[in-house]
């Protein structure tokens, strides 16, 4: 009794926050210019060019998640994520060039996306009165997972279904079902092309 009590309580929690937080939390970002595909409901994040995100459909995307558009107004988007994605809590998308994440993609809590660096050429000069440095865009295909506390760099394209370990700090592009970890990051193998049921061996 106690047990389906707590199911209860749990479920009904659940609803009401969908209903109360999470509904009109995901209005208030579509009025703003946010895209949102159906299905996909938002947690309390930072935005800061809501039409300069564009989000599938069936998503779920943690709390204090941040959408940074780096520079002036522009059209956009400039940061798209696909269908059915996870992207976890404290997640950062630091974006001048643009981010691409595919469809089914993972996203672990606190990972980075950067597609900008600074300039440092002139030593008599503070870096930050220095020029912006060069941007490109970033790309992950579907499929991808990202342990917690990866960050990607510029430039990066991260091939179909490969993974990435928490940590990494991704400078170079990725292939396909490939598994990358380390600081920089660097290929320690593949994944195996063939299925294999949990559980068994």
Known sequence: MNAFFHKVTFRLRSLGIRLFRLW???LYWRTLGLR???DTLLSLMHVSWPHQVKIGARCILEHDIHFKFDGI?????????GDDSFIGAGCEFNV??????GSHALIASGCKFIDHDHAFAARNTPMKQQADGFEKAIMLEEDVWLGANVIVLKGVTIGRGAI????SVLTKPVGAFEI??????RKI????DYNVTPGKP
């Not at 107004?73 to 994520?81: E, H, M, Q, R």
């Not at 001048?96 to 994440?101: C, K, L, Q, T």
């Not at 193998?189 to 195996?192: A, E, F, N, V």
Request: net charge positive.
């Open 189 to 192: 193998g593949d994944r195996p």
């Open 24 to 26: 009109p939390r995901t």
């Open 73 to 81: 107004y522009k059209p956009g988007p400039t940061i798209i994520i």
């Open 36 to 38: 949102c595909g159906p």
């Open 164 to 167: 990435i370990a928490a940590g």
């Open 180 to 185: 990358w970890a380390g600081v920089p990051a």
């Open 96 to 101: 001048r060039a643009g981010v691409a994440i």
